[in-house]
């Protein structure tokens, strides 16, 4: 695999209803997922699952980032145990909070069809002017304000992630939002070309594959061509063959991505 570096990043309402009991970093038998299962309900009573997870150690007047992790269409359901998140285990595994303390933040899209974004993956890019923002994502940056206005999290270091469904999720999320978030992680998705100008400052980590059958790099390759343009903060790793599957793992397999993305952050909230 190969990663193309066009520019450097810089270094370093609702209600609330939830279940089952927190769980924190110590080690966990590999069938248990981490975290707190919950569920969201809107003022108009629409409700979303969504799990998370929860520094151990969390220090009077100190915050910690946050990372919203979209799953792919596999995860869609109502179990909410994260399952369709790759990133969701990496992020808070003992060893990777004992580093990085932050909060994993993973939505559940509901079945019947339903989708973070309403457009085809298979048409690669689209417009977000003209594409509605769908209830599903409303519903989920809800999720993520409310827990913003509850816990201790550092406004400068909200993240955002997913891959294939998820990956036009992340996309998606930073053009209904482009100042809201301090990176983006991407991965076999496609977006909105048209927004890298309001992207400009952001920092993002784009994945993509050749050999991708189901979310086409054309998806990611227009956007990360927009970006690189306008000067933007864009990192991009295409492989040239790797199936979908394959490069939706790259939150395991990609060495230096945890570091990269807790290293950015925004000048204010």
Not at 177 to 202: C, H, N, S, T, Y
């Amino acid at each position: 695999m190969k990663t193309h570096r066009f520019k450097t990043a810089p270094s370093t309402v609702l209600a609330i209803l939830f279940v089952s009991l927190p769980t924190f970093a110590a080690e966990k038998p590999a069938n248990e997922v981490a975290g707190e299962a919950r569920l969201f309900k809107s003022a108009d009573g629409t409700t979303m699952p969504y799990r998370i997870f929860t520094p151990e150690k969390v220090e009077n007047g100190k915050t910690y980032p946050l990372m919203l992790c979209f799953h792919g269409a596999k995860g869609r359901g109502t179990d909410n145990q994260a399952r369709g998140s790759l990133a969701y285990p990496v992020l808070s595994s003992a060893e990777m909070q004992r580093k990085h303390p932050a909060f994993i933040v993973a939505p559940q899209c509901p079945l019947g069809g339903k989708r973070w974004v309403n457009h085809n993956w298979s048409d690669g890019a689209y417009d977000s002017k003209t594409v509605a923002v769908s209830d599903e994502m409303t519903l989920a940056l809800s999720i993520v304000d409310k827990l913003v206005a509850e816990l201790p999290v550092d406004k400068t270091r909200i993240y955002v992630t997913g891959r294939s469904m998820g990956g036009f999720a992340t996309w998606d999320a930073i053009a209904r939002r482009p100042d809201f978030f301090a990176a983006a992680v991407p991965i076999a998705g496609g977006g909105d070309p048209q927004m890298a100008a309001q992207w400009k400052e952001l920092p993002i980590w784009a994945f993509a594959s050749a050999g991708d059958q189901t979310c086409p790099v054309a998806g990611t390759r227009a956007v990360v061509e927009a970006l690189e343009k306008v000067g933007g903060m864009i990192k991009y790793t295409e492989d040239p063959k790797k199936s979908h599957g394959q490069i939706c793992e790259a939150w395991k397999e990609q060495e230096g991505l945890a570091e990269w993305l807790f290293a950015q952050h925004k000048d204010k909230p």
